[in-house]
Structures are given as C-alpha cells and as structure tokens.
C-alpha cells in the first residue's frame, strides 16, 4: 500500500516542482503514508488492514487497540506535515510567478493596495505608531504531544522540506527519505501522549518550546518584511517600526477555576520566560562576536562608538584582558562586554545573587541600547547593510521579547476575587459586624471607592486573611514586585473572567492597590497593570456597554487607563457565549457589543481595544486569519488587536519556521489592512436592513438552540453519546474540566463542551438552530427575504463569514457515526428524543444553507477543504467507530485493572480523533 487510504489525488498548482523528479502525480501525503507503512509493516503487520478497512479492530484487545489507534495518529500528523509542506510550496509559486503584491496575507499585498488607493505616507506613520498586536498562548490544549515528539516531526518537516530540491541525486533523495523514515519510526517508538497528566510546569515548557525552535528568529524576520514593503511601495519616506508585535501567554497566571496555579508555580513561570529569552540572546550575540571580526584598520571606528567601547572596557574590569584576546577588533571587543554583562543577568534570572561591583543589564531597554550602539557604528562607518543584516535582527528580538519572552497574563473570575474583597472587608471593616454589605448594594459600592480613595501613605492594621484570599493578593504582590525588579512588561493584564458589573471592576482595582500596584503620578493614584474585564455569555455582551460607559466614569480608572497609553482593553469571550446561545446568536452579539464599546470609547474619551478569546474551531470563534480579522466592525480594530492561540493551533501555526513566518505576517497584514480599510468604512452608514435580518436570525437560532439545550434529556443524551467524561482522563491539560466542581451543564467549561460534541460527530456548537433561524426568515420575508439574504451573501462580510464557516462545519458532521454514539445511551427514549431533533435540524441547515450559498453540494465551494477531508476522514471515521466501541466496553467494565487496560486506548482515541478533525478545540 502506497498511497494515503481513499484519497483523492488534490488538485496542483501548475509549475510547482515535484517533491521527487519524475514523479509529479505523487504528493507529501503519499510518501509519507508509503513510509509510515513501512514501519507498521515492520513492526506489527496485523495492523496495515486498519487502513484500507480490512482489519476487524472489534476483535482486537486494549493493547492491540492502542497501537492501531497511535498508528492512525502518527498517520493524522504526518498528513498535517503534507498540508502545511504544500500549501508553503503553493506561497513560493505565487510569489515566484506573480510576485509578493499578488500574495494575500501579506506586507506587500496590503501596501501594494494601499499605494494604489492614494493612502499617504503619513496616514501609514501614524498607524504604525499605534499598532499593537499580541497573540496570547494559552494553556487550552486540545492536542497534547509530547515536547520530544514535536521535535521528531519538526525534523520530519524540515526533511520534507529538503527533498523539495532539485539538486539532489537518487542516493541523496534516498538518503533523506531514509531519515524521515527514521524519525517516524522513533514516533512509533515514542508514544505522543503524556502518561501522566502533565502540570503546569509541563505546560510552560511546552509552550516556550515554539519560541526556541521558531518565533525567536522568525519574529524579527517579519518585521524586516514589513520594512521591506515599506521601503519597496512607499520610497521616499524613512519609517521606524516599533515592536508592535508581541506574544503574550497564560500559561502560568492563569487561575481561572486551575488550582494548579499559585504564586510559586506562577514565579517559576516568570523565571523560565526571562531565562528562554536571555538564552537565545546569548546565542546571537555569540554569534555576532564570532561574525564582526571587523578591524580597526579594516573599517575605521566611529567616534563615539571609540568612546563608548572605552567606557565599556572601563567599567567591565577586563580591559587589557578582553583588549589582549581580540587586539584591534572593537566590535567583537564591544560584543564581549556585553556577553559578559548578560551572563550576570542571566544569573540574576535565576535567582542567583552578584557581587556589587558586577556589571549586569538591569533591564533589556539597557541591552537594547548597547545593540542600537553597534548597529549605529556599523551605519556609520559605512556598512549599512551589515548593520541591518546582522545587528538589526537581534535588536528586535529584544524589542518583541524583551527579558520576558511573553507578557503574562493573570487570570481569576470574580467569583474568587470576591471571596478576597469579603475577607479583606472582614479583616479591615467588619469588627462588630454581622456580614458585609450586600453585593451589588450601595452600601458596598461606597466601601470599595472609600477604600481605593484611601491614600497609599496611609497604614493600617489589618487581621491575617484567610489562605485563598490571601493568595489572591500575593497573585498582584508577585506582579507588583516583579514589574519592578526583572521586567516591567514580564507581566501583561490582570484579566477579570466572569465580569458582570462595575463593582467587579472596581474590586479588583482594590485588590491590586493591595497588592501594591498603584502608583504615584505627580500626586495621584494610578493602577500600573491593566484591569481587563472579560465578558462572556449572551447577557455579559449585551451589559458589556452600559458597564464600561459606568467604569469609564470613575476617575481613578480613567487615570490610569491615561498612564497605561489611553486605551481600555475588553475581552470578549468566543466560546462561551457560543455554549450560551448557539453560532448565529453568538457572532452576532460579540459584533453588536464590539460597535457599541467602540463608541463608548468614542463618547468617553478612551478608546477601547479587543482582547478575542478565540478557539480553534469554529464555534469557539476559529476561522481563517484573514476573513476572521475582515468581518470584525469598522473602526473596533484600528490597529489594536489581541486574540488568544490555543489548542492544537499554536501547534499548527508555530511548529515549523516557513508557517509561523506565514502566520505572523498573516496575522499582522491583516490586522493593518482592516484599519486602512475600516477607517473609511467607518464614515459609511452601516445597513440597518442588514443588521435588522441579523438580529432576526440571531433570535430565533438562539431560540431552536436552547430548544435543545435546555431539553429535559440533553444532559443525559450528551453524557452518555460523547466521550465527555473520559475527557477528563486524557493528559493534556492542568486544567480541571469544570470550574468549581460542579456537575451541571452552565458549570461545564466551554472547552470540553465544544470538544465532546466534535468528538461523536454532532458538533451542534457549529451549525445547530442555523436551519431554522433561515427557514422562519423566509418564510415571513418571502421573496425580499431571498433576495436580502442574496445581498447579505455577497455584500456582508459577518453574514458571509457565518455561513461559509457553518458549511464547512456540516461536511465534518456524520450522522451515521453520530447515530453510533447515539446507540451509547441506554435509555430508549431519550436517544430516540435527542437525536430526532438532532437529525431534523442538521437536514434543515443544510438545506438552507446551500439556498442562500447557491451550492448543489456541502463545501462544494472549498475545493481545497473538500480535498484534505477526502483523505483525513476515511481514516477519522474509523477511529470513531473504534473509540464508540472502546467505550462501551470501558463503560461496561467495572473492575478497575480491567479498565485501566482500556484506558490507553480510549485517551489515544480521543486524542486522534482530534487530531482527524483537525481544529476541534
């Protein structure tokens, strides 16, 4: 067997060179199955029948069960490898033919246009300045590959990627196939899941593991692109690119519902980070003391770089010793003290203690001035593309990654930070009382505006606080310490989950005085650390307006949103407003609330950015990058846009250089191309007509969702149909599935939510109240409606955006496997209930939706989505019907030693069934 199971042969770009000469039919996906065979051939033969369905895995014990199951699972990474290995061949051919103008999703395309529409130099100036755009790693992972495995296909990658050479002869294209081989047999051998849940310890290192194998280099190597398409569409004007592109990260401040997470965990984090950074800062400068071996008679030496490299030698000790090791070459005499100074902070990192007298950077603003030092003297003497080559790259490394690598995010919901302001008001107000004020009263309102009007000078004796509430506050001392001492932006935002009002706010403005945040700004109170509120259901959305307008009323906040740059930041929450009222409704509400924030930033006199908590599937707000960015409102972007990364996507975009260069360069075009464009867009009248039919639509597709959601057999059919309580047995995440404990479906995170539905095929999260929401519009608009509906299509990027990603979403729903699971539940009628609703609904959208579409077909318009599903779901169906059996029979099994022989299994299931889908949560 040669070939990918059931697969259809992809349509090509014209001109794109073979992976192997002679053999142009022959794609990644297809070597890398014919290889992937070959092990499993080797090592356990029975198993190759599970690919073409000759195999009867029902027959097969846990253990045999488990290595079919890995088998599938490698097979499902190493297509991603193809995919990822083709569509960056596909890039290089537009761009080898065409030209990068022509490139969707990148510098030049968006400049190019910009040019073309007469947008002036200054009006790119002054966007520039204000860009700001940080995607934010979280520990969400759907997908849990090991740290080592990752680096196997890395290098299964990169392999791939050599075998795309035409120099190479038949020994040498056999040679690298032999090591891809190679390496995919170590996978075999290595087991991708985690055989203990992994920590969060686990996670940090996981997730900084991106930063070491691609973003540290390929980072810099985007903004050089954006300097390349400024020099190259706007000539004469000379622009300096701030570090408007950052990460950010959760993974180790986020305490939302994770008790995992605490100072100490969250202080090791903040250790990791500044030590990855200042690792690969050494590395580079290694390598640019080994590169400038410039001498002085060479290339004459600047003067006041002369004065400086005195200074420097001066001061670091080692004069003639570092003088007599590199005689009449300053730069690298130059670079040597500087390595020097970073070995001491690094130490620092560490938590190690100096001597007084040892020269340390104090801060990367200091390392960054010692690099613009060299890059300067490098101009000057007349080697200016030396400078920009060489020197430039490292500097704005340090600019994006500073000593923090990531600006960390604190998390908490207010449930907790409440329990914190009642224990602070009991250890400081309540003696004699009976109970705090009540929450919400005005009474409680008043304390916390007397207590954050008290000043900072003022001492007091407060009684020891109970431990959680304690640690709530010792969360903000850490930050508050740390913004001092290692970085002051090693810390990002405290975000605030479960926002609901403005004393939410106000308390953990408290909180954060507590926890010594506030400053004095000539002679006022400020907080130093941004309070961002996240709003997350339905209701939150619709408050989020009339909440902020209050906030922005209260003077200290207004001060400090001024201190922290003039912007207040909003996150919104994707996924659970989803979970609270369906696709449609949940679209359309985060839009709603965007233009309405907008313009209260508008009337309040501070603006208001966007932190998107997005997932990776499409009901937990998932979408491709560009269109994603494209539908947001006009005027809610305006160069500021942070969007969380998690699950099997920061994988996917990060794992491998040529895609995380794409995906930044994507991620950022897109986002200055939006507000080139929204801020003319914005001066336009919006079309009541269209936002009339989409309210239309929201309500009454939020109206046939909770129908089924709030149906008195859903939690039973949904708990039996799905993997959702074997969920929590795979290892791929610190986190516990639910917040508080709780068994309820309002207490069942959002994540584990989206993931079950995607695992047993029903996926209603995508697509479930969409039929009816279209049927009832036509049937009381008639024919305006169609027609309406035509003009929303092609005109209305939000609605256009709903309904391709709905379509896509019905080509991955099965209702035969859907019906499998279905057979799961053991109470007759309660299957019979749910899933007839679910069947009539799914036949009702699809129905609809190729009406307003125009299609004959499910994603007949996505040839290149209808392609990959042609080869991945074969072999996604079939785990599917492998994990409905494994669950009956671990459900069925009561002994625990004889479920634990299912358990490996089982977890590899879920894990591939993931993997099959691709982006599921």
């Known amino acids: 067997m040669n070939e990918a199971p059931k697969q259809s042969t992809p349509e090509t770009e014209a001109g794109v060179a073979p992976l192997i000469s002679g053999t142009s039919a022959k794609d990644a996906a297809d070597i890398l199955f014919r290889l992937l065979m070959e092990i499993v051939s080797r090592h356990q033969p029975e198993l190759v029948g599970v690919f073409d369905g000759s195999a009867d895995t029902s027959a097969f014990s846990p253990e045999m069960m488990a290595r079919a199951l890995q088998a599938q699972g490698i097979w499902f990474q190493l297509l991603s490898i193809a995919e990822q290995n083709a569509a960056m061949r596909r890039r290089r051919h537009i761009e080898r033919t065409r030209g990068r103008d022509a490139l969707r999703g990148t510098f030049d395309n968006v400049l190019a246009e910009a040019s073309a529409a007469g947008i002036a130099p200054k009006e790119i100036e002054d966007l520039l300045s204000s860009l700001r755009i940080r995607p934010v790693i979280t520990a969400h992972p759907t997908e849990s590959k090991r740290v080592t495995v990752l680096e196997k296909y890395r290098k299964i990658y990169l392999l791939m990627r050599e075998l795309e050479g035409t120099r190479w002869t038949e020994r040498e294209r056999q040679e690298f196939l032999a090591d891809i081989r190679d390496q995919i047999e170590l996978v075999w051998m290595t087991g991708e899941l985690h055989l203990e849940k992994p920590t969060v310890e686990h996670e940090v290192l996981r997730g900084l593991h991106f930063f070491d194998e691609t973003l540290f280099e390929k980072a810099p190597e985007m903004m050089a692109l954006l300097d390349d398409a400024l020099t190259k569409h706007y000539p004469n004007k000379h622009y300096e690119l701030p570090p408007f592109f950052q990460f950010g990260s959760w993974i180790g401040g986020d305490r939302d519902g994770n008790p995992h997470v605490n100072t100490s965990v969250t202080g090791w984090t903040l250790r990791q980070n500044a030590l990855a950074a200042l690792r690969h800062y050494r590395e580079r400068l290694v390598q640019l003391a080994r590169t400038l071996s410039i001498t002085e008679r060479a290339l004459p030496v600047p003067k006041e770089f002369e004065s400086e490299l005195a200074l420097a030698l001066k001061l670091s000790g080692e004069a003639e010793a570092i003088a007599a090791r590199n005689p009449g070459e300053p730069y690298r005499q130059f670079l040597t003290v500087m390595l020097r100074k970073l070995d001491a902070s690094m130490v620092r990192a560490e938590g190690g203690k100096l001597a007084v007298d040892v020269r340390h950077y104090g801060s990367a603003d200091e390392l960054m001035h010692d690099l613009r030092l060299v890059e300067r003297a490098l101009t000057d003497a007349n080697s200016p593309s030396i400078a920009a080559d060489l020197v430039r790259p490292v500097r704005r490394a340090v600019e994006l990654f500073r000593f923090s690598t990531v600006r960390l995010d604190l998390r908490e919901n207010t449930t907790r930070t409440t329990q914190a302001l009642q224990a602070l008001w009991w250890a400081t107000a309540g003696h004699g009382k009976d109970s705090p004020p009540e929450l919400g009263s005005r009474e409680w309102r008043a304390w916390l505006l007397r207590e954050l009007a008290r000043p900072l000078t003022t001492e007091r004796v407060a009684e020891e606080l109970p431990a959680e509430a304690a640690e709530t506050i010792a969360m903000l001392t850490q930050a508050a310490e740390t913004r001092r001492g290692l970085d002051r932006d090693a810390f990002g935002s405290f975000i605030l989950s479960m926002s609901g009002s403005v004393d939410d706010i106000l308390g953990a403005y408290l909180l954060a005085k507590e926890g010594g945040l506030f400053l004095d700004d000539a002679g006022t109170e400020i907080c130093a650390m941004p309070i961002v509120p996240l709003f997350e259901t339905i209701e939150d959305l619709r408050a989020a307006p009339a909440i902020m307008r209050e906030a922005l009323a209260v003077p200290l906040i207004r001060r400090s949103t001024h201190w922290q740059g003039g912007l207040q930041e909003v996150m919104l929450g994707y996924s659970d407003s989803n979970k609270d009222g369906g696709f449609i409704a949940s679209n359309w509400e985060l839009s709603k609330a965007q233009t309405s924030l907008t313009r209260v930033g508008e009337e309040t006199g501070t603006e208001i950015a966007f932190f998107h908590g997005r997932g990776g599937s499409v009901s937990r707000g998932g979408a491709p990058t560009g269109r994603a960015i494209a539908a947001q409102p006009a005027g809610s972007i305006r160069g500021r846009f942070r969007v969380t990364e998690q699950g099997e996507v920061v994988s996917y975009k990060y794992a491998n250089k040529g895609t995380s260069l794409y995906q930044m360069e994507l991620l950022a075009s897109s986002v200055l191309e939006h507000a080139l464009k929204s801020e003319r867009e914005v001066a336009l009248k919006p079309s009541s007509e269209f936002d009339d039919a989409l309210e239309a639509l929201a309500g009454t597709s939020r109206a046939a969702y909770n129908g089924l959601i709030t149906h008195k057999h859903l939690v039973a059919y949904f708990q039996a149909a ?69 003009r929303m299509f092609a005109e209305s990027r939000i609605f256009r955006l709903i309904i391709d990603e709905v379509e896509k979403t019905l080509a991955l729903v099965d209702m035969k496997i859907a019906r499998d699971y279905a057979s799961l539940v053991p109470d007759e009628n309660v299957r019979a209930t749910v899933f007839a609703m679910i069947e009539k609904e799914l036949a009702l959208t699809a129905k609809m939706v190729l009406k307003v579409s125009g299609g004959t077909e499910i994603a007949g318009r996505f040839s290149q989505f209808r392609g990959s599903l042609a080869v991945r779901l074969p072999t996604t169906n079939e785990v599917n019907r492998e994990q409905v059996d494994l669950l009956r ?25 993931a993997a099959g889908l691709g982006a599921t949560g």
Do not use: C
């Open 722 to 790: 799905s993997p959702l309580e074997e969920i929590s047995l795979l290892n791929i995440g610190s986190r516990p599935s639910r917040r508080f404990g709780a068994n309820s479906l309002k207490d069942l995170r959002a994540i584990p939510w989206v993931f079950a539905w995607a695992q047993n095929r029903h996926i209603i999260t995508g697509w479930y109240g969409v039929g009816s929401a279209l049927q009832n519009f036509l049937e009381v608009r008639g024919e305006q409606g169609e027609q309406l509906l035509a």
């Open 889 to 913: 029979r671990f459900r069925a099994t009561e002994a625990d030693a004889e479920r634990e022989k299912f358990k490996s299994a089982l977890l590899l299931s879920i894990n591939t069934v």
